[in-house]
């Protein structure tokens, strides 16, 4: 049995100022909830009103009805499962390898995207600037299909990183180099911008290299969505490092 | 001065049925609007609350007040301009060239996406299977960001299409052969399957080629979005082709 007190702290959970104050988040649906659960994060509560699609050995959850399931959901169709994990603790970012450092991502279904990405093409770590969506976001879990428990998030100023690192820093910019004219190394860090405004001044100045995707045909096209660039440009990553 | 009725008939036009029953569509937006008028489109109506927003040699549109539009709208918040555009005839997809094939994309976002991607690219022309989302949705158009305006789109039956074709045909699939290790011809079809279940097996068999993105690192990543993994495809087609 769940009170109202609890259905109404879960809901508020949708809701970033929550998030951060209580250090929790909400994840919805069998399939990102089982991952969750296998990653190894720690819940703070199950509810479930389809007991039999959780994994096996996994004992401590409650059966709520589809009532009280739907007054805790964010979303229009509540999917079965919901359940409240503890938001990681953030390390500081380790440059073993190739990074992802995205400057002010602003719509959750990019970020979704761009985790899932990073999870398929072995990229360990995202670090986002203070106002990139917050990866805890609902519909940034969603988007992300469960990659969230794979891929390491930090949210930081892009600027010391940038300055610090050894490593090559690259940006994507519609005036960059053309990505088939050149070599990417076996480590660095590449930097993705805000949807409308691409990467800022800021971050742009310390950029060892603008890279850009070349554009075919007539096209009148202004840009490519940030989330298709980054999988683009991650492929072309991958494809000189193999 | 816009009566109730046209109102309500510009809001029926939110569903496909009353889309394909009259052979209009709706488009909404400053950026949207202007690209679908430069590309010569047909429009039956130009709706706005502000008038200094459409093209300087455009005369022929009514202006509006917020009430109004808000009553035509199917945005959570119109923005500025709503126009009605006859749906082009669609001829006979022509193979001149690389022709992106869709099997059954459900998703506005997605196509909308693909579509954009191909204007990039300088893909012509795009293929439908009949079970893929209407690309005069409202959701697709907006994602479009106005590259309906310059790829032509065809819905009908993918076999005679695969069939007939004197060029090669791909298809994405994650059990196909490594992108990275063959060579794209100049010419050709590239399918892209169902967000869920892939290419469907009629399609399948008529394929000369089922080809994967590879994956790296420990991932347990199923699979790419459809949008994501159409641009790293389309990406490897035209880098090869230059």
């Not at 899932?116 to 990139?132: A, N």
Request: with cysteine; glycine share 8%; charged share 25%.
């Amino acid at each position: 049995m769940v009170g109202k007190s609890q259905i109404k702290f879960i809901r508020s959970l949708q809701l970033k100022k929550y998030r951060k104050l209580n250090g929790l988040f909400v994840a919805e649906g069998v399939k990102l909830v089982n991952e969750l659960l296998q990653a190894e994060l720690t819940s703070e509560g199950v509810f479930t009103t389809h007991p039999e699609l959780l994994p096996p050995q996994f004992s401590s959850f409650e059966v709520i009805g589809e009532a009280d399931l739907k007054r805790m959901s964010g979303l229009k169709t509540p999917n079965k499962v919901l359940a409240v994990f503890r938001i990681p603790e953030t390390t500081e970012p380790v440059l073993e390898e190739w990074t992802l450092a995205l400057d002010g991502v602003k719509d959750p279904g990019n970020l979704g995207t761009i985790i899932r990405l990073c999870d398929w093409f072995g990229i360990p770590q995202i670090v986002c600037s203070e106002d990139t969506v917050d990866c805890f976001n609902p519909k940034v879990l969603q988007a992300t299909m469960g990659s969230i428990a794979r891929v390491k998030i930090a949210y930081t100023a892009l600027e010391p990183l940038l300055t610090d690192s050894e490593h090559s820093t690259f940006g994507a910019d519609m005036h960059g180099e053309n990505i088939y004219e050149l070599e990417f190394p076996s480590k660095g860090i590449l930097v993705m911008g805000n949807e409308a405004h691409g990467i800022s001044d800021e971050v742009g100045v310390l950029l060892d290299k603008k890279v850009s995707i070349p554009q075919f045909g007539q096209s009148s096209v202004e840009s490519l969505n940030v989330a298709t660039a980054t999988a683009i440009l991650l492929n072309e990553l991958r494809r000189e490092g193999r």
